[in-house]
């Protein structure tokens, strides 16, 4: 099993940035395709971004594009966001999740390991 935990979230203003983090253990991070998703009060979880194992390949949902990086540092059994320019609607719960195939997915049922989330929330 793989356990995940995110952090890095917290309360920002419209404009400003956050980088989150996901720590993985119990298995290593650098064969799994890795991704971020949210979810805000009421709606669906989102794809957001994801990146391959080896962080050659990077794919992000339309909205955050320019705005958000996705990286990882397998040696450190870790995958970040960086998040700039943020805007209230980007206010939501913040997940990562693993993926056992190489190939880039955005699907929640794509994922086979969940953290439990970070909130992230941008006031205007």
């Known amino acids: 099993q793989m356990q995940l935990v995110e952090s890095g979230g917290g309360l920002v203003q419209a404009g400003g940035s956050l980088r989150l983090s996901c720590a993985a253990s119990?298995?290593?991070?650098?064969?799994?395709?890795m991704g971020w998703f949210r979810q805000a009060p009421g709606k669906e979880r989102e794809f957001v971004a994801a990146?391959?194992?080896?962080?050659?390949?990077?794919y992000y949902a339309d909205f955050v594009k320019a705005r958000f990086t996705i990286a990882r540092d397998n040696a450190k059994n870790t995958v970040y966001l960086q998040m700039n320019s943020l805007k209230p609607e980007d206010t939501a719960v913040y997940y990562c999740?693993?993926?056992?195939?190489?190939?880039?997915?955005?699907?929640?049922?794509?994922?086979?390991?969940w953290g439990q989330g970070t909130q992230v929330t941008v006031s205007s």
């Open positions: 119990g298995r290593t991070l650098s064969s799994y395709t």
């Open positions: 999740a693993a993926r056992r195939l190489t190939s880039i997915a955005t699907d929640t049922a794509d994922y086979d390991y």
């Open positions: 990146i391959s194992w080896s962080g050659g390949r990077t």
